[in-house]
Structure formats: structure tokens, C-alpha cells
């Protein structure tokens, strides 16, 4: 993508033709912050990357709770707004313009990787899981929040896939699957916690069993929802 692509798109987000609800994202974030926490996987002073950075709400919160942060975007305008904002605020959070399908980190530089509504607007997603497996640590954490299909209208996604995909894609590239979330009247609604690990392939055919009872499961949540 060439740099005016993504100011038109930075300059789109802000003018709220895509919005989030920041006191949405901040639950969120804290959410998952409880829940590893509740299961010994959170560790004080662990590094974590941000993609798709944005205002830094997110980062900044993963800051005030001990952890080190960096953040990339495609957007030259967010990173200089990061820094500003990390000035103003004395919470240090290093941001740098970069792409997640070919990302420049050394490999297992981080603890965890956090991603909050970003994963749909790759355009190669199989390309930055094998980002993420690579630049996360043996046992690090993978989470990031990602919109229901019924979101697909949204010009800036690229991609919206199902929930098995997802979960297989996971496990091709040697996340275990932790934690899943999914809440059928949201527009935001799901949640995925994974653990880097080395798969084998028994528990790559346990793990399809397993992903056959969640999506049973999910089906039954529409159907009781609608």
C-alpha cells in the first residue's frame, strides 16, 4: 500500500466513517488483561506488541499495567501522534510505521501480541500468523479482538472469515487455542487467546474435535439469541 492510501485511510478512521467505542476497547483490553492474569500468563514487565496501534488507548493501558510496549502502524500519522501522546503522558511507548505481513523484528522479541479490530484489514492474513509465530516467544500469547461477519459492509475489511478458519489457522501455525469469546449480538464480538506452542499432530486432530464443539455451541447461542 503506497503512503496516500493510508492517510486517506487514517484520515477516514478519524472522521468516524469506521469507529470504535473507546470505552468499549478499554474493557476490552482489561478484560484480557483479567484473564490472564486469573491463569498465572501474565508477567510484569513482559514486552508486548501493539499492531495497528491507533490512538494508543490500548497500548497505553498495557503500559500503566507493567508491561513493555511497542506499537506498529501503516500510518506515518499515527506513530507521530503516539509519540506526542506518549510525551504528554509519561507513559513510553515505542511506535514505529511499519507492515505486519513483513514486520523487521528480531525473532521471539515479544511475550505477547495484542490486536484490538485489525486482523480483518490485512490483506494477507495467513502471511502475518506466520509474522506472529515468529516474532512471538516459545509460550508467548497471542489475543486480538475481531468483528462478526455481519460487519463485513465496512469498506476498510478486507477480510471477515468464520470462526473455524481462525481456529485452524491457529493451529497450523502452532498457537493453542487458550481462551475463545463470542457474543452473537455484538458487532465486535469476539475474543481469541492463544499460546505459541509446538503442535503435534495428535493434538492438531484433537484440536478439530474441539473446535467442532465450539462451533455447535456457537450455533446454539444464535439460535437462542435470535
Given at each position: ?84 501522546t506518549r ?109 505459541k506452542v509446538?503442535?503435534?499432530e495428535d ?24
Amino acid at each position: 500500500m503506497d503512503d496516500k492510501f493510508w492517510d486517506i485511510f487514517n484520515r477516514n478512521m478519524k472522521e468516524g466513517i469506521h469507529h470504535t467505542n473507546g470505552k468499549t476497547r478499554s474493557r476490552d483490553v482489561r478484560e484480557v488483561i483479567y484473564w490472564l492474569r486469573e491463569r498465572d500468563l501474565w508477567w510484569k514487565d513482559g514486552r508486548l506488541l501493539n499492531i495497528g496501534i491507533g490512538d494508543g488507548e490500548e497500548a497505553f493501558i498495557f503500559v500503566e499495567e507493567g508491561l513493555e510496549v511497542t506499537g506498529i502502524s501503516n500510518s506515518l500519522e499515527e506513530v507521530k501522534n503516539i509519540h506526542a501522546t506518549r510525551d504528554h503522558m509519561g507513559l513510553y511507548v515505542t511506535a514505529f510505521r511499519m507492515d505486519a505481513h513483513q514486520m523487521s523484528f528480531q525473532d521471539e522479541s515479544f511475550d505477547y501480541v495484542y490486536l484490538h479490530d485489525t486482523m480483518e484489514h490485512f490483506i494477507a492474513p495467513i502471511m502475518v500468523f506466520a509474522q506472529l509465530r515468529r516474532v512471538l516467544r516459545m509460550g508467548g500469547i497471542l489475543a486480538f479482538h475481531y468483528p462478526t461477519i455481519s460487519d463485513s459492509h465496512n469498506w476498510t475489511h478486507w477480510f471477515i472469515e468464520s470462526p473455524r478458519l481462525i481456529f485452524d489457522w491457529l493451529l497450523k501455525f502452532g498457537f493453542r487455542l487458550l481462551c475463545f469469546k463470542y457474543e452473537p449480538m455484538a458487532s465486535s464480538e469476539q475474543l481469541y487467546i492463544a499460546q505459541k506452542v509446538e503442535i503435534t499432530e495428535d493434538e492438531y486432530q484433537r484440536g478439530g474435535n474441539i473446535i467442532g464443539d465450539i462451533l455447535r455451541e456457537m450455533k446454539q447461542l444464535k439460535e437462542d439469541g435470535s
